[in-house]
């Protein structure tokens, strides 16, 4: 198995070469920019901003520094539920009941959806408890229910920040409670994070995440995060605070096509916070415009695949893909290549990450934008295995 980079298309400003595959790419218009300035208006001390469709980072400050999450850490708690419920390990409709040990610990400490003693809870509630109302209580209930154990669901918790690149992240407990220094995150990881879930898990991430609050044991409860309701399209994603970590943020929105996350972390006054947060996701859109490459499932090209039903398999993009350009910016070319490991392997899931779209802009780092198959492929029968065999003997 060896890395296939495959030259899709020479990508020029004003349109593509005639022998393109890709769609022509529009001019687009810029707005005048905005009077919020991050480099001088943000005062967070950690803050990050990427545009999911070009893979482009918009504004970066300590997206490296190690901070302590507190409830951001139950992003990656409903990621991993998001895992098992994908996987057949858990059911929406499966109860867990909060054990003794958990109540006497987590008994309204905290962000909690008020669980009763012995009380049992379906997995789609506390899913929804945990990202809309921050439910310590609920975090925990999930984690001994899904796992068997809290340390048992937090190993799988930090293997699959391993898995995601997430370097810089560590995972102590699955609701961000203070570990003395056990659990600790960046804002770039977070926002890898952030656009796994939604790459992989659309339909999850708009059950469970931007909901504007929750009733629960017949107590109603807001969801803390400062966009809904007041930045257009923002849907999520999660606030955090203790003593030690501060006031953190992890939001994002989608408007005309484009899928923006932020994260900033460190402030010491929830008004900052949400004020800044709105200002910032504001400028994410007004600062910089979108050039369109391709749209949301559309075909971006076609990787080969050995030991299959089929030896072809389309390749898509799960999101709208762009280039992102700011306003006072001119863009002058740029290469899209397929890159994948290849040939692929028989069996391959619909929706699986096989490949990359690489964007490459002079002057920029070239970005890598997922792509996943279109269709699954089923590992060949005899008769198919037949007809393949005879395309290689003659090169096909």
């Given at each position: 198995?060896?890395?296939?980079?495959v030259?899709?298309a020479?990508?020029?400003?004003?349109?593509?070469?005639?022998q393109?595959?890709?769609?022509?790419?529009?001019?687009?218009?810029?707005?005048?920019?905005p009077?919020?300035a991050?480099?001088?208006?943000?005062t967070?001390?950690?803050?990050?901003?990427g545009?999911l469709?070009?893979?482009r980072v918009?504004?970066?400050?300590e997206?490296d520094?190690?901070?302590?999450p507190a409830?951001l850490?139950?992003?990656?708690t409903?990621?991993?539920?998001f895992?098992?419920?994908?996987?057949?390990?858990l059911?929406?409709?499966q109860?867990?009941?909060?054990?003794?040990?958990?109540f006497?610990?987590w008994?309204?400490?905290?962000?909690?959806m008020f669980l009763?003693?012995?009380q049992?809870?379906?997995?789609?509630?506390?899913l929804h408890?945990?990202m809309?109302?921050?439910?310590?209580?609920?975090?925990?209930v999930?984690?001994?229910g899904?796992s068997?154990?809290v340390?048992a669901?937090?190993?799988r918790m930090?293997?699959t920040?391993?898995?995601?690149?997430?370097?810089?992240?560590?995972?102590?407990s699955?609701?961000?409670?203070?570990d003395q220094?056990?659990t600790?995150?960046?804002?770039?990881?977070l926002?890898?994070?952030?656009?796994?879930?939604?790459?992989?898990?659309?339909?999850?991430?708009?059950?469970?995440?931007?909901?504007?609050?929750?009733?629960?044991?017949?107590?109603?409860?807001?969801?803390?995060?400062?966009?809904?309701?007041?930045?257009?399209?923002a849907d999520?994603?999660?606030?955090?605070f203790?003593n030690?970590s501060?006031?953190?943020?992890v939001?994002s929105a989608?408007?005309d096509g484009?899928?923006?996350?932020m994260?900033?972390a460190?402030?010491?006054?929830?008004?900052?916070?949400?004020?800044?947060?709105?200002?910032?996701l504001?400028?994410?859109?007004a600062?910089w415009?979108?050039r369109p490459?391709?749209?949301?499932?559309?075909?971006?090209a076609?990787?080969?695949?050995?030991?299959?039903a089929?030896?072809?398999?389309?390749?898509?993009a799960?999101?709208?893909?762009?280039?992102?350009t700011a306003?006072d910016?001119?863009?002058?070319?740029a290469a899209l290549?397929?890159?994948y490991?290849?040939?692929?392997?028989?069996?391959?899931?619909?929706?699986?990450?096989?490949?990359v779209?690489?964007?490459?802009v002079?002057?920029?780092p070239?970005r890598?934008?997922?792509?996943?198959?279109?269709?699954?492929?089923a590992?060949?029968?005899?008769?198919?295995?037949?007809?393949?065999g005879?395309?290689?003997?003659?090169?096909?």
């Amino acid at each position: 198995m060896k890395l296939r980079p495959v030259l899709i298309a020479p990508l020029l400003v004003a349109g593509l070469s005639a022998q393109a595959q890709a769609p022509a790419v529009p001019a687009a218009t810029l707005q005048t920019e905005p009077r919020f300035a991050p480099e001088a208006s943000l005062t967070a001390p950690i803050a990050y901003m990427g545009d999911l469709g070009s893979g482009r980072v918009l504004f970066g400050r300590e997206a490296d520094r190690r901070f302590m999450p507190a409830s951001l850490t139950k992003i990656m708690t409903a990621y991993v539920a998001f895992e098992m419920l994908e996987a057949g390990r858990l059911h929406p409709a499966q109860r867990f009941a909060i054990s003794d040990s958990a109540f006497a610990q987590w008994r309204r400490v905290g962000s909690t959806m008020f669980l009763a003693r012995g009380q049992a809870v379906t997995v789609d509630e506390l899913l929804h408890a945990i990202m809309t109302i921050s439910a310590n209580d609920g975090s925990i209930v999930l984690a001994e229910g899904a796992s068997g154990s809290v340390p048992a669901f937090v190993a799988r918790m930090n293997a699959t920040a391993q898995r995601l690149g997430m370097r810089d992240s560590h995972f102590g407990s699955p609701n961000g409670w203070p570990d003395q220094g056990a659990t600790y995150t960046t804002a770039r990881d977070l926002a890898v994070l952030t656009q796994a879930m939604l790459l992989r898990f659309p339909d999850r991430y708009r059950r469970y995440v931007g909901h504007r609050e929750m009733t629960f044991n017949g107590i109603r409860q807001e969801n803390r995060v400062p966009l809904l309701g007041r930045v257009a399209g923002a849907d999520g994603v999660k606030t955090g605070f203790t003593n030690e970590s501060g006031f953190g943020l992890v939001g994002s929105a989608a408007r005309d096509g484009r899928r923006i996350v932020m994260v900033v972390a460190g402030y010491d006054r929830a008004w900052q916070r949400a004020r800044e947060s709105r200002e910032f996701l504001e400028w994410g859109f007004a600062a910089w415009a979108a050039r369109p490459l391709f749209g949301r499932g559309e075909v971006v090209a076609e990787a080969r695949v050995q030991g299959g039903a089929d030896r072809h398999v389309p390749l898509i993009a799960p999101l709208a893909y762009s280039l992102t350009t700011a306003v006072d910016e001119t863009l002058e070319d740029a290469a899209l290549t397929l890159r994948y490991e290849g040939p692929l392997e028989a069996p391959v899931a619909k929706g699986d990450q096989v490949g990359v779209l690489r964007v490459a802009v002079p002057g920029q780092p070239p970005r890598d934008l997922p792509l996943v198959a279109a269709r699954s492929v089923a590992s060949a029968g005899p008769a198919a295995r037949l007809r393949n065999g005879l395309f290689g003997l003659v090169g096909l």
